[in-house]
């Protein structure tokens, strides 16, 4: 499906008529000339100076000006039409996978209460109109939605909480875990769902369902590796989803024969270490400002179900300042011969950073011992994050900020 035309054929049709058209005029311009001359000479007289010098070339310059400025707008129209198709090829890229993907994709009209059916299935094709009443749309939706939950589609999907809708994306400068509450109370108010893979008591199955998708991670890495088992497994943590999630997949996957895990964290946002370390059956937040590079782990407060997987897998926790991570970047970007370079990001190269400075510092051989790090060891880490912060990631890699 296009939904523009080409507009390459358009501005060369256009070119050609233009050029068509200035040649003519040129061509009739000059054949009337030469007629006045003809006329003349046969009267023995000659044409006015101010003719020859001046008329004649202000026509011809006059025909060159209208024929610049109708290509000019030619091109810009061209240009912008290029714009518009490329776009429009985007949106019917997303359109066909989305299309692959879900079992039909319509676009509302909400103020006339109708429908246009993009992409579906050939039986819903062959029983449903392509465009009509979004009401008569919904009813149909009965057949393909199971019966105990079509009243909340129905509720969820109706036009008068479609209108009720609005959009709102504005950067704060609160607190990854201010923005949650906000966000909660915005759901509440509105009756919106909010998807958070952070927990609290109320709210769970949200966030076990993300956990799930996180263990997909583990489950490929499983694939690649084989039985090339590692002994040792870092994590990075901000409310510890991710972290909490493979950890459980891996303690069920080896059961005892499972990995080490250790859970890192800044030093600035490290709410799960400092639960950890309290070990007082309670967690335990952290409300001073999280300034952190590592901006995709400064979360203040544990997701509460993560917690108690870790505290029953995770055998290690760490609490680091910036320069570390920064070093795993560095380390990552700028390999040893033969091995690939790895852009990794402030959070994703934390793991890293982590172990390459208790391997190269004498002075932390007291926390390698406790790890249980050797010649033997095979670690893991995983790389959440490229440089998503592109500046910063030059500054770190490029120009050494953030070092010891």
């Known amino acids: 499906m296009r939904i523009v035309p080409s507009s390459k054929k358009i501005y ?22 030469n007629r006045l001359v003809d006329e003349a000479r046969v009267k023995g007289q000659a044409l006015p100076d101010e003719f020859m010098v001046t008329d004649y070339h202000a026509m011809i310059n006059g025909l060159l000006i209208i024929f610049a400025s109708i290509t000019a707008f030619g091109l810009y129209m061209y240009l912008r039409g290029e714009r518009m198709t490329k776009a429009a090829e985007s949106m019917n890229e997303v359109v066909r996978v989305m299309g692959n993907v879900y079992y039909a994709v319509y676009r509302i009209n909400y103020e006339q209460g109708t429908y246009i059916r993009l992409k579906g299935s050939e039986h819903l094709g062959a029983n449903t109109p392509e465009e009509g ?42 607190s990854y875990d201010d923005c949650v509450r906000k966000a909660k109370a915005c759901a509440d108010e509105y009756g919106w769902v909010i998807t958070q ?16 998708g996180y263990t997909t991670i583990a489950y490929e890495i499983i694939q690649q590796i084989g039985e090339d088992k590692p002994t040792h497994v870092f994590l990075q943590a901000g409310v510890g989803s991710m972290a909490g999630a493979i950890a459980a997949f891996l303690a069920d996957y080896y059961k005892e024969d499972c990995p080490v895990i250790t859970i890192v964290e800044p030093n600035k946002a490290d709410c799960i270490y400092r639960t950890a370390e309290a ?44 320069y570390v991570t920064a070093k795993g970047m560095r380390v990552l970007g700028n390999p040893l011969p033969g091995d690939e370079a790895i852009i990794s990001g402030e959070s994703g190269a934390s793991c890293f950073g982590l172990v390459v400075e208790v391997l190269q510092d004498k002075d932390l051989a007291w926390l390698k011992e406790q790890l249980g790090l ?17 500046a910063n990631y030059r500054s770190i890699v490029w120009d050494g900020a953030y070092h010891k």
């Open 12 to 33: 060369a049709l256009s070119s050609a008529f233009l050029i068509l058209f200035l040649t003519l005029s040129i061509t009739c311009l000059n054949l009337f000339k």
């Open 133 to 174: 009443d979004y009401e008569y749309l919904l009813q149909k939706m009965l057949k393909y939605v199971a019966r105990d939950t079509y009243d909340e589609f129905a509720k969820t999907f109706s036009l008068e909480n479609i209108r009720k809708l609005g959009s709102d994306a504005s950067i704060t400068d609160m």
């Open 197 to 212: 893979d952070t927990a609290w008591e109320g709210y769970e199955e949200i966030p076990k369902w993300i956990m799930q």
């Open 279 to 322: 070990n007082d059956g309670k967690l335990h937040f952290v409300t001073d400002k999280m300034d952190s590079i590592m901006a995709g782990l400064c979360c203040g407060e544990p997701c509460t179900i993560a917690w108690e997987i870790m505290e029953s897998y995770a055998k290690h926790f760490v609490s680091m300042p910036d």
């Open 374 to 390: 050797n010649a033997e060891s095979k670690i893991l880490c995983i790389s959440t994050e490229g440089d998503t912060d592109k």
